[in-house]
């Protein structure tokens, strides 16, 4: 009885030990870092271009900050 407990700790300190092993390597290594800091690689890689279409946006729909919410801020929905 001594025996299968002792086998089943070891048997759970293994899983406990490969599960957290599996996480000591996440993330971009250094090599990699280079590559995802390009310009293009950032979410708003066209700052030029988003500004015109906000701009455009206002002007077609006399509104400002509607970006990312339902409806223009106009009323019409």
Do not use: T
């Not at 490969?18 to 250094?30: D, P, Q, R």
């Not at 015109?52 to 919410?69: M, N, P, T, V």
């Amino acid at each position: 009885m001594k025996k299968i407990k002792l086998i089943a700790i070891g048997l759970v300190s293994v899983v406990a030990g490969a599960i957290l092993s599996g996480c000591a390597h996440m993330g971009a290594e250094v090599w990699e870092r280079d590559i995802l800091a390009k310009p293009a690689m950032q979410l708003d890689s066209g700052a030029l271009d988003r500004a015109l279409d906000d701009h455009i946006y206002f002007s077609k729909e006399a509104s400002s900050g509607g970006r990312g919410f339902g409806g223009g801020g106009c009323g019409c929905n």
